[in-house]
């Protein structure tokens, strides 16, 4: 739970077999790294009690765990980020789960101290003795998953989220800032950092006030077959005293496995989509509409048709899911538009 407290239950009845475990750890302090917008989620996109709590899970802050575990699925063992007791500081946890009779029994197998949040979500190697994951700081780690020793970090601008893994082993995470997506081999090496510039001046054109367009990474990448899918929301940035998001147009982009590059736009999405694409065997991608960048933009909204070039317009919040289905039968792992 967001409390990191670990609880295991029946998945057919829903019976506890366990009593909760409360990792150790200290309440962080909120995220420092993204200032929660006035506007985010506000008018009734959530409940207002509960606006800062979803604005901190979604950056990693201000709770001990705020990330999805990531199980082995072979061993049993389970994967969660979580706060340490040091101030400012992270761990990775392993934990294992023991059976007795009617009852299951936690222990913790290791704790990895890494840098600070607890946001991001572990992921595990194809060969599963690996643990990938990022700290606050856009810190990447590699992670023995046996005996929880760093194979090898490096500084990335990773955001809080779930990174991928290609068939070749490589790791695709999504990025804070500048390029959406960055790829790093399974050796520690960046192979690339993702190009959408041609993709951005295809969908919207320069601006004399605001700059060139820009493709700003707007959800966790998904690996198919041909190419990495991840969400963008078109639009410029402007910097006056901190970067400033215009959101004009949100898509499903298409990499290139191999050099990053921009393929093509596979749907565009009602609303920016902070959080995930689901690809079915059918081809039906699925997109969740997390609409955070567009909520805090959304005061911006009066002025953005003075500045923004051919009569455009911000794009409004609206929130929820959105479902694509194949315009043909798919004929690879890439689905049609």
């Not at 575990?69 to 980020?81: E, I, K, N, Q």
């Amino acid at each position: 739970t967001n409390f990191a407290d670990v609880i295991v239950v029946d998945r057919k009845t829903g019976r506890s077999l366990a009593a909760p475990m409360r990792l150790p750890g200290r309440v962080p302090e909120r995220s420092t790294r993204l200032a929660m917008p006035g506007s985010v989620f506000s008018n009734g996109l959530l409940d207002p009690e509960i606006r800062e709590w979803a604005w901190e899970l979604l950056v990693g802050g201000a709770m001990p765990s705020a990330n999805t575990p990531a199980v082995d699925l072979v061993s049993g063992r389970v994967f969660v980020a979580a706060s340490s007791t040091r101030p400012g500081r992270g761990v990775l946890y392993a934990l294992d789960l023991t059976e007795s009779e009617d009852r299951v029994g936690i222990e913790i197998a290791f704790a990895t101290e890494m840098g600070p949040g607890s946001g991001s979500s572990p992921v595990l190697s194809l060969s599963g003795d690996r643990v990938y994951v990022s700290d606050e700081q856009g810190v990447f780690y590699a992670i023995d998953a046996g005996t929880g020793t760093i194979v090898w970090q490096v500084q990335t601008k990773a955001t809080a989220a779930a990174a991928a893994v290609g068939a070749n082993g490589d790791i695709y995470a999504l990025q804070a800032s500048g390029p959406a997506v960055v790829a790093m081999t399974r050796e520690g090496r960046i192979r690339w950092e993702s190009d959408l510039h041609s993709l951005a001046e295809r969908a919207l054109p320069s601006s004399w006030l605001l700059g060139d367009p820009v493709a700003i990474g707007n959800g966790n990448p998904t690996v198919v077959a041909d190419a990495v899918l991840v969400p963008v929301v078109y639009g410029y940035e402007t910097h006056l005293g901190r970067r400033i998001p215009w959101p004009v147009i949100s898509s499903l982009v298409a990499l290139d496995l191999e050099t990053g590059r921009g393929m093509r736009d596979v749907v565009g999405l009602a609303d920016d989509s902070t959080g995930v694409t689901a690809v079915l065997p059918d081809g039906t991608l699925v997109n969740s509409l997390g609409t955070a960048l567009t909520s805090g933009a959304a005061p911006l909204a009066g002025v953005a048709g003075w500045l923004l070039p051919g009569g455009r317009e911000l794009l409004l919040p609206r929130g929820g899911i959105q479902v694509s289905r194949p315009r043909e039968a798919p004929t690879g792992a890439l689905p049609a538009d």
